[in-house]
């Protein structure tokens, strides 16, 4: 083996660790602050609480991992935070709204699984907001901080480190590890979808700024939806959404029509690659501790 392939499965190797290091803290942090929220007679808001977990979880972890891996002058250009054009921040914010409604329709047939096969109720993955208070606690709790860490994380990190083996295997694990670590079955697809077009995102405009307000938007439009959007939209849902979809659509041709910025890398063949990491160690070890995790809440 040469020494170039040897230095990517060894740092494939540490990413993989990491995932499991995340998913431990996040359970961690989640036990820890709903213990501590008990004690409380004022308990911190649901979005509060989630912004805490992603600090704890995935902030920490960056940093410890950005401080380990990397020399300190080299994070920007591991991190991809390379200036962006204005094109690819436009298409990015378009993709972000009206993705979430193609995720809406995506998610149709896990919330009809969830309901009607397993027989349990769905939960969505942005709490609604409903004043203007809980609005600003939600912009900042489960659109800015999740849009910038998770960002960080997947595209910053997983994405980075296996796009350096082979690329599709990059955009297909960070995909799939994205929608499991939101770990809620009924949005499977929507996730899968968002982690996909993120990784697009990134590939084209070779700036992880792009992801990210791809991310923020796709989180706005959940938060704002169910008590802002849908009474708007409510006389002519489907057309609304149509319309949703078309644009999307637009907006993803015009984004692959520009020229891709991130150079194509196959150390690695991708199936293989993808395949050997899903079922590595550390993946199983965080699908373990999900599990677990979903156990005791069952019994709780």
Same mark, same amino acid.
């Given at each position: ?48 609480r989630i912004a805490a977990v992603e600090l704890i979880a995935i902030g920490v972890p ?37 993705g979430q409604f193609v995720m809406m329709l995506l998610n149709i047939p896990g919330n ?63 995909? +799939?590890?994205? #929608? /499991?670590?939101?770990?809620? @079955?009924?949005? %499977?697809?929507? $996730?899968?979808? &968002? ?41 002519? +849902?489907?057309? #609304? /959404?149509?319309?949703?979809? @078309?644009?999307? %659509?637009?907006? $993803?041709?015009? &984004? ?45």
């Open positions: 083996m040469s020494d170039k392939r040897y230095n990517l499965r060894k740092q494939i190797k540490s990413v993989r660790w990491m995932i499991f290091w995340v998913v431990l803290a996040q359970f961690a942090a989640e036990t820890a602050i709903a213990a501590a929220a008990s004690f409380m007679s004022n308990p911190p808001h649901d979005y509060i960056i940093v410890i991992y950005a401080k380990t891996a990397w020399n300190g002058k080299r994070v920007k250009t591991e991190l991809c935070l390379n200036r962006c054009n204005v094109l690819y921040i436009l298409i990015a914010a378009i993709l972000g709204i009206c009809i699984f969830v309901n009607s096969v397993l027989k349990q109720e769905t939960v969505n993955s942005v709490p609604v907001a409903i004043e203007w208070t809980e609005i600003l606690l939600g912009v900042a709790g489960v659109v800015i901080v999740p849009a910038v860490l998770e960002e960080f994380w997947m595209r910053g990190i997983i994405f980075r480190a296996y796009n350096r083996c082979n690329r599709w295997a990059a955009v297909l694990f960070t995909a +799939i590890i994205f #929608a /499991f670590l939101h770990m809620r @079955l009924n949005e %499977l697809l929507g $996730f899968l979808f &968002m982690g996909v077009i993120a990784s697009l995102i990134l590939i084209k405009s070779n700036s992880l700024y792009a992801a990210m307000v791809y991310h923020a938007m796709s989180n706005l439009t959940a938060l704002l939806f169910g008590a802002y959007i849908m009474p708007w939209i409510i006389d002519f +849902i489907w057309l #609304a /959404f149509a319309v949703a979809v @078309l644009v999307f %659509l637009i907006a $993803f041709a015009v &984004m692959l029509k520009q020229k891709t910025a991130m150079p194509i890398r196959k150390e690695f063949k991708a199936g293989r690659l993808v395949i050997n990491s899903v079922f590595s160690l550390p993946v199983i070890l965080s699908v373990a501790v999900v599990i677990l995790k979903n156990l005791l809440l069952s019994i709780g």
